[in-house]
């Protein structure tokens, strides 16, 4: 520690206290002094021989010290008293922002950027170490951890396919962090969110002390497919040549193999009609970035949902919303001819029950069962019909209508306004089925499972304003979708960084484990097996496969060397001090009764 100072030399005047019982102390009552012959001898002495005496009687007066230097301790604290000292700052915590990110995968000789990052690391762990993994949405996946734990962590970690926000895990760092050293490992390459150097400059006015080591070395070759335009009908793919000189590469869609010739930092596209299932695509190109020259495409399988609408007089408006799509396929027949053919939906609308044969009801009550979806959309005579338990509810008598209010929130329902009925039929379920939308609690769309396949209740009625609205084909479009169990090719392609949010927790098959999750964070490139659906998920980001930096940020990790960072402290004392006057305050009472004065 430095010499001891005062920050408030005005405060020393308090030592001035210390006068009275000096005084007190010289003038207080002595015993009489008798002249007694045979030691007159002793008692003679010289005016230096006095003041030795003088002191030595202060010295032996224990009372009279402990007094002094708790008056002296009291009077000191009013000066404010310190001591500097040199503290390394960085010695208590570190903070390692490791990017995880997919340029991290880049590879620089035999070593990709990632391995040379977590080499790093193991370098400048401190006695606590806390790691934030920066990737498109960064996390504290370690903290206060011993050398020992990071390094364990270290070597367990992976790099992800991801893009980075770099920015975002710094400020992460400076929030975890209350002293210490924040060390951003990582080539730099940022894709979103905040500037690197704006985060630095945001901790540092926090007094933090932060460090950049770059991993990024010379210039890196890359080609990679930057984008993918997914279609029901036609896929297009976006490939991007990052080197100065022109490339000609190989581009596999599936089984074939097509030749893109692409000019020196452009891009070259390539449309071909979307097959069913997934597929893969891959750049026949080895350059040092391999996440991006692979890329999946996930389409529903087979073809068209086949959809016969049953209809004495079919409301051309019904006909038409269930076409609206073109990815169907609508037979209308007209009873009492039915075709036996086989069919994904059937639709019952404005039916003539003197043309209906016998034992039609029973046959679509099977056909549901074996799997298939029946809809029933309401006709104004639907209560007098007996469906033969096709009709998922019991329709009793007509009443005023009201707006349509929606239940249950779905892909068929989402942003839909079914508007208002002037008029409807009670409607009561005659068994456990899924309510989607009601008019004054009454339902009025209803979906039931039976068997392996569905029941729909339709009861808005042909003559309400919903048949008029855009929402109406669109509505149609989406139900047909969600009962053939149909998919959006775009519902099925993803980028990662993502995160998926299911209807409830199922088992999950990744890229690289199988899981149980509600939410699945796409943090891999690959195709995910659901439960319902086979998803993808793609890199396809242009400024994440820029793996050479237009400007060179931090030490490069070859030049880098750990140093301490010292800053002056104060030592305060006040505390000290008037703790240790309590104490000789407490002292002095047992040292009074020890001496038999009290």
């Given at each position: 520690m430095a010499p001891f100072q005062v920050g408030n030399p005005a405060g020393l005047y308090w030592l001035l206290a210390l006068l009275p019982l000096i005084i007190l102390y010289l003038i207080r009552p002595r015993p009489k002094v008798m002249n007694i012959p045979s030691l007159m001898f002793f008692l003679?002495?010289?005016?230096?021989?006095?003041?030795?005496?003088?002191?030595?009687?202060?010295?032996?007066?224990?009372?009279?010290?402990?007094?002094?230097?708790?008056?002296?301790?009291l009077a000191l604290t009013f000066s404010e008293p310190f001591s500097a000292y040199e503290h390394d700052i960085t010695a208590s915590s570190t903070v390692i922002v490791l990017d995880v990110s997919a340029s991290m995968q880049t590879m620089e000789g035999v070593h990709s950027r990632f391995d040379l990052a977590v080499s790093q690391a193991k370098k400048?762990?401190?006695?606590?170490?806390?790691?934030?993994?920066?990737?498109?949405?960064?996390?504290i996946a370690l903290q206060d951890a011993s050398a020992d734990d990071a390094i364990r962590f270290l070597n367990s970690l992976q790099p992800r396919d991801t893009?980075?926000?770099?920015?975002?895990?710094?400020?992460?760092a400076g929030e975890a962090l209350g002293e210490g050293r924040v060390v951003v490992i990582s080539d730099f390459i940022n894709t979103g969110g905040q500037d690197p150097d704006i985060a630095k400059a945001v901790l540092e006015s926090k007094k933090l002390v932060v460090d950049f080591i770059n991993v990024a070395g010379s210039k890196r070759r890359n080609v990679g497919i930057v984008q993918l335009d997914a279609g029901n009908d036609e896929t297009t793919v976006y490939v991007k040549n990052y080197n100065d000189v022109q490339e000609q590469i190989a581009l596999r869609v599936g089984g074939s193999q097509n030749v893109l010739k692409v000019s020196p930092k452009g891009i070259e596209t390539f449309s071909f009609k979307t097959p069913s299932g997934v597929t893969k695509l891959e750049l026949g190109v080895r350059d040092d970035l391999s996440v991006d020259n692979v890329v999946f495409l996930s389409a529903p399988k087979g073809g068209k949902a086949r959809i016969l609408l049953v209809a004495n007089n079919a409301s051309p408006f019904l006909r038409n919303g269930l076409l609206a799509s073109g990815e169907v396929d609508v037979v209308v027949a007209v009873p009492p001819v039915i075709p036996r053919e086989e069919f994904d939906v059937v639709v019952l609308n404005n039916l003539d029950m003197k043309q209906v044969l016998p034992g039609t009801f029973e046959d679509l009550y099977k056909f549901a069962e074996l799997g298939g979806t029946v809809i029933v959309a309401v006709q104004g005579n639907s209560a007098k019909i007996d469906y033969k338990g096709v009709l998922p509810v019991k329709l009793g008598e007509k009443l005023d209508g009201g707006f349509v209010n929606v239940e249950q929130l779905n892909r068929f329902t989402k942003n839909i306004d079914f508007g208002k009925v002037n008029e409807f039929i009670?409607?009561?379920?005659?068994?456990?089925?899924?309510?989607?939308?009601?008019?004054?609690?009454?339902?009025?769309?209803?979906?039931?499972?039976?068997?392996?396949?569905?029941?729909?209740?339709?009861?808005?009625?042909?003559?309400?304003?919903?048949?008029f609205s855009p929402h109406f084909p669109i509505f149609w479009t989406e139900l047909l979708k969600f009962v053939t169990e149909q998919q959006d090719v775009r519902n099925l392609n993803f980028k990662t960084g993502e995160t998926?949010?299911?209807?409830?927790?199922?088992?999950?098959?990744?890229?690289?484990?199988?899981?149980?999750?509600?939410?699945?964070?796409?943090?891999?490139?690959?195709?995910?097996?659901?439960?319902?659906?086979?998803?993808?998920?793609?890199?396809?980001?242009?400024?994440?496969?820029?793996?050479?930096?237009?400007?060179?940020?931090?030490?490069?990790?070859t030049d880098y060397e750990l140093r301490p960072v010292k800053e002056t402290r104060r030592f305060?004392?006040?505390?000290?001090?008037?703790?240790?006057?309590?104490?000789?305050?407490?002292?002095?009472?047992?040292?009074?009764?020890w001496r038999g004065d009290v």
């Open positions: 003679r002495s010289s005016g230096s021989r006095r003041l030795t005496s003088f002191l030595r009687q202060i010295t032996h007066d224990w009372l009279f010290l402990i007094q002094l230097l708790l008056l002296a301790g400048v762990l401190g006695a606590k170490t806390t790691i934030i993994l920066a990737k498109d949405a960064p996390y893009p980075t926000r770099l920015g975002e895990a710094i400020i992460l009670a409607a009561e379920p005659t068994s456990e089925q899924t309510i989607i939308a009601t008019v004054n609690a009454v339902p009025v769309i209803t979906v039931k499972r039976l068997g392996a396949g569905k029941l729909v209740y339709f009861g808005i009625p042909d003559d309400a304003d919903f048949k998926l949010l299911l209807d409830s927790e199922q088992k999950v098959r990744t890229p690289s484990k199988t899981v149980q999750r509600s939410a699945l964070l796409l943090d891999e490139a690959g195709v995910y097996e659901l439960e319902d659906r086979v998803i993808v998920a793609n890199l396809v980001n242009e400024l994440e496969s820029e793996v050479n930096s237009a400007k060179q940020v931090g030490a490069k990790s305060i004392w006040d505390v000290w001090l008037i703790a240790i006057a309590l104490f000789l305050l407490v002292f002095e009472v047992f040292f009074v009764k």
